[in-house]
């Protein structure tokens, strides 16, 4: 079972195949193919936005779905180009020609591949929303603006988003009517069909008559295919003025016939006379290596059912889609979106959309030769609208003004300096607000006095209560007192500055009564650093002669600060209000009754003193009790009832493991039978 369980959860192919049926088969052939007349258009567009030869983006496009189906743990996801890879990409393919598109495949997999390997996944989590947001608005910009030349049919070239500003303005003049009206023609006949689908949404398929059904099921695969069908359409258009020879479109071109060659990916290459070893490569790329496998995982995020098998699968593609010639991939939510729309049942069906691209390699790159740049200009810059998410910008306004920093950082930084360098931007800026809050967690301060009346020590009693609580009051009258609430948990970069908060807002006159209650409901960590600035800031104001009490913290933080210095455990207490806290309420303390050896009398006054040994949160210690017998019970061996007065006030007790009596003349503890039939809890008493 142990090895048949890591084969599933190492090949998830391995689990759902073993209940694989007829109908599952009839589902995902039907989606496979359907997801393929999206890939087809989408990887030669792709291809042609990072400057490649168009049979590069179907190179990307089949090998992703046939390793997804043995390693992906998610039905719907497809593998494949997406447009801001192939902006990532198109510098170094400008520069340097494709086999740095083709390395780059190759090196993003590999450590995409060690971040699943090793679950380093959370790295994502460093790139907020509004980072994400802004990153991928500024890229559909810059992926729209590189368009306009093909959409309008004038020449030049850019290789950024002000690059093709420049372009625009410099060519213009060189438009070309045929190719502008192809090109809008597209865009409108995209935008008109994207919600045909939802003409019978909501609607009972049972409700709908026989014609309905039929309609319903054409307008669906209309839009499904509506990437598909225009670009058949503008191809069949060029070919049929072409045959008659009318040539207004400019085309793709000559596309490489046949399948790529199964070889190494190119560790070093020559481009306009240039030689570039391995090492230049690297260097050319710079932070690309490590930018462009986030960005994968990144536009995986929120679909993965296992991340990091999820992650080990993406690594896997894109280093077998270098062998291909592929360039880089990743998750593409369009066509997982259609994906699931088309009912797949299982990964299979990235196997039958892996078979139609081959298909298309292997016999149709001839009809390619006549599809116009126009219409694959268009349909990238309608799948762009959708890319920038207008609503983000009052979205953030509305909810927290100051995430708009990092997304304006982000989104600029992307247009006018780089991808790589805005999203880095981004994550900078980020970063420095989680250090701020980290440095400066917010600290809330209070100054109020309570009053409440004398009273002592309550007297002990045997109770048979399971879980009694205890009540132990302390002399308490009129005591002002500051109460400090951080809302953070405390780590070291803030540990100096909550220290330095709560002794300069406490007052500098050392005759005022003044008790500080730091409350820690709202910590949920601290670390050693700021342990030990906690007991720096307890020695601080014992100086002062102004008690501290750290108030409900938590088991965990407790623990941490007591396994510092063990002192510590006398500055926790517990209770649900201030009243109760500054009355003496603490938790329960559970007590078994102690039955004394007799060493010749209690001490002056009949008492003595003994130390329990009280263990909690993982921490021990000896802790002071004044032991006063009743006037009934001096002299006596055995304790059946007495006062108790701590020395130390006790922290949340979670068992008592020793009781021992510390002589005053010997240095030698005396361990007290610790013989219990009943437990003893403390009454009120007045004094």
């Known amino acids: 079972m142990c090895n048949r369980s890591f084969l599933e959860k190492t090949i998830p192919a391995a689990k759902w195949v073993r209940e694989y049926n007829k109908k599952d088969i009839i589902h995902d052939v039907i989606a496979g193919l359907t997801v393929g007349l999206t890939a087809i258009p989408q990887g030669i567009a792709y291809a042609v936005v990072a400057g490649l030869q168009p049979q590069y983006g179907l190179y990307a496009a089949f090998m992703g779905p046939f390793t997804y189906v043995l390693l992906g743990s998610c039905k719907d996801i497809t593998i494949g180009p997406t447009a801001i890879l192939a902006l990532m990409t198109q510098t170094f393919v400008t520069r340097h020609g494709p086999d740095f598109a083709v390395l780059l495949a190759f090196l993003s997999g590999f450590i995409v591949f060690l971040l699943g390997l090793f679950r380093m996944g959370f790295l994502v989590d460093f790139i907020s929303m509004p980072v994400t947001v802004g990153f991928t608005s500024a890229a559909a910009i810059m992926i729209a603006s590189s368009q306009l030349k093909g959409l309008f049919g004038f020449g030049g070239s850019s290789n950024d988003f002000l690059g093709a500003c420049v372009n625009l303005f410099k060519h213009l003049h060189e438009t070309r009517l045929w190719d502008s009206v192809l090109g809008m023609s597209t865009i409108v006949v995209l935008l008109l069909t994207k919600n045909l689908k939802d003409v019978y949404k909501g609607r009972n398929m049972s409700e709908l008559s026989a014609w309905q059904r039929v309609l319903s099921r054409t307008l669906w695969m209309i839009c499904v295919a509506r990437n598909a069908i225009v670009v058949v359409l503008g191809a069949l258009a060029a070919y049929i003025l072409d045959s008659r020879g009318y040539t207004p479109f400019k085309l793709t071109g000559n596309i490489t016939e046949g399948l790529p060659p199964f070889a190494l990916p190119p560790f070093s290459t020559s481009f306009n006379g240039t030689d570039y070893t391995f090492i230049d490569m690297v260097q050319e790329m710079g932070t690309s290596v490590a930018v462009v496998p986030l960005i994968s995982i990144l536009e995986t995020k929120g679909k993965a059912v296992d991340a990091t098998q999820e992650m080990i699968a993406l690594g896997v593609s894109n280093i077998l889609g270098s062998f291909v010639r592929s360039m880089p991939v990743t998750g593409s939510f369009t066509r997982t979106a259609v994906n699931n729309a088309s009912g797949v049942c299982t990964q299979l069906g990235g196997a039958f959309t892996g078979i139609l691209i081959l298909v298309a390699l292997g016999f149709l790159t001839g009809t390619f030769y006549y599809i116009p740049k126009a219409s694959l200009a268009g349909l990238i810059m309608c799948a762009m609208f959708f890319m920038v998410e207008y609503e983000m910008v009052p979205l953030l306004w509305k909810t927290k003004k100051l995430d708009l920093i990092p997304y304006f950082a982000t989104f600029f930084g992307c247009l006018f300096i780089g991808l790589e360098y805005g999203i880095l931007l981004g994550v900078g800026v980020n970063l420095v607000f989680i250090l701020y809050e980290s440095a400066r967690p917010s600290v ?65 006159d050392d005759q005022l009564d003044f008790t500080i209650v730091v409350d820690g409901t709202h910590v949920f960590t601290v670390d050693a650093t700021m342990a030990k600035n906690l007991q720096l800031l307890t020695v601080d104001l014992e100086l002062r002669k102004q008690p501290v009490i750290f108030w409900n913290w938590r088991r965990t933080t407790e623990g941490t600060c007591c396994r510092l210095d063990a002192g510590m455990a006398r500055y926790f207490r517990y209770g649900s209000t201030l009243h109760d806290l500054f009355k003496g309420r603490s938790d329960f303390l559970e007590l078994k009754r102690i039955e004394f050896i007799s060493f010749g009398g209690y001490g002056a006054g009949g008492a003595r003193v003994v130390w329990v040994y009280l263990g909690w949160s993982g921490w021990a210690r000896f802790i002071p009790f004044v032991i006063i017998p009743s006037e009934d019970d001096i002299g006596k061996e055995t304790l059946p009832c007495f006062y108790l007065r701590r020395l130390w006030p006790l922290p949340s007790i979670m068992d008592v493991r020793t009781v021992v009596e510390r002589s005053a003349d010997s240095e030698q503890d005396v361990v007290i039978n610790e013989q219990a039939s009943q437990c003893l809890i403390a009454e009120e008493s007045d004094s």
């Open 444 to 508: 809330h301060r209070k100054e109020l006095t309570i009053i409440l009346q004398p009273s002592v020590v309550t007297k002990l009693c045997p109770r048979s209560h399971d879980r009694p609580d205890i009540s132990v009051d302390w002399k308490i009258n009129g005591n002002n007192v500051l109460l400090v609430r951080p809302e953070n948990g405390l780590v070291f970069p803030a540990a100096e500055y909550i220290r330095d908060i709560i002794v300069r807002s406490c007052p500098q």
